[in-house]
């Protein structure tokens, strides 16, 4: 059974993003990562897709949505949070009771350039690749 991985953020369009369809990739089928946000906006920011394209990295199909869609299963084994202000916020409680890290990553949708968002595909790259080491 893969080891489970929701990461959040508020948006859900360009941290958790990169790090499900980074974790997805590297871990091999060891790992099965979903990403949500605690407010979406509902659509994926393009520069988190190209910088994915540009590691070589399929993105899929992602989509912005609710964590709300994981409060009630399946169950996590891991829920880490990679922006500030989703950490501050109150989350639900999680099935299975997953372990819960907090990633602070700079949002790149702030700048919304491709140096932004490969600055913080590198930092979410790190972390993960740590992750897998574990």
Do not use: Q
């Not at 091999?28 to 990403?35: I, L, T």
């Not at 602070?104 to 919304?112: L, Q």
Request: overall charge neutral; some cysteine.
């Amino acid at each position: 059974m893969p080891t489970s991985v929701l990461f959040l953020c508020t948006g859900n369009s360009a941290r958790s993003i990169l790090a499900e369809a980074y974790l997805n990739h590297a871990g091999r089928g060891r790992f099965r990562a979903h990403s949500a946000g605690s407010r979406p906006t509902g659509r994926v920011n393009p520069l988190a897709l190209e910088t994915l394209r540009a590691h070589g990295i399929d993105p899929g199909g992602p989509k912005s949505k609710s964590w709300d869609a994981y409060a009630n299963g399946p169950a996590m084994d891991f829920v880490i949070t990679v922006c500030d202000s989703a950490a501050a916020e109150p989350c639900p409680a999680w099935p299975g009771r997953p372990a819960t890290e907090h990633w602070s990553i700079p949002d790149p949708a702030g700048p919304n350039t491709p140096e932004a968002f490969e600055a913080a595909f590198r930092d979410l790259k790190g972390r993960i690749d740590r992750l897998l080491e574990r």
